[in-house]
Nanobody, 123 residues
Framework: QVQLVESGGGLVQAGGSLRLSCAASGRTIVYYAMSWYRQAPGKERELVADITSVGGSTNYADSVKGRFTISRDNAKNTVYLQMNSLKSEDTAVYFC????????????????WGQGTQVTVSS
């Protein structure tokens, strides 16, 4: 079973940047599609970005396109989310998710979750 631990969250001013990390253990993630979700207070969980296993193809929510970049380092068993030009609307708990599948190109949630890391953007 895969265990996921997120890190890198914190308080940042609008326009700033943060880099989130998702470290996996217990099993290699080389064959897993990976993703980042976020959930703001009073809102439903939202898919932010996902990345395929072998090809490394990426997809992004419209709200973060051009600002966020998801990447993976299989040698380190880690997935990253580089967040630039942060806005107050990006404030949320960010979760790493592993093992999702694709249906007509759209990511479906995998069974493995991290505990989340808080990102707070002040204006």
């Amino acid at each position: 079973q895969v265990q996921l631990v997120e890190s890198g969250g914190g308080l940042v001013q609008a326009g700033g940047s943060l880099r989130l990390s998702c470290a996996a253990s217990g099993r290699t993630i080389v064959y897993y599609a990976m993703s980042w979700y976020r959930q703001a207070p009073g809102k439903e969980r939202e898919l932010v970005a996902d990345i395929t296993s072998v090809g490394g193809s990426t997809n992004y929510a419209d709200s973060v396109k051009g600002r966020f970049t998801i990447s993976r380092d299989n040698a380190k068993n880690t997935v990253y989310l580089q967040m630039n030009s942060l806005k107050s609307e990006d404030t949320a708990v960010y979760f790493c998710n592993a093992g999702g599948t694709y249906y007509f190109g759209h990511y479906s949630t995998g069974k493995y979750w991290g505990q989340g890391t808080q990102v707070t953007v002040s204006s």
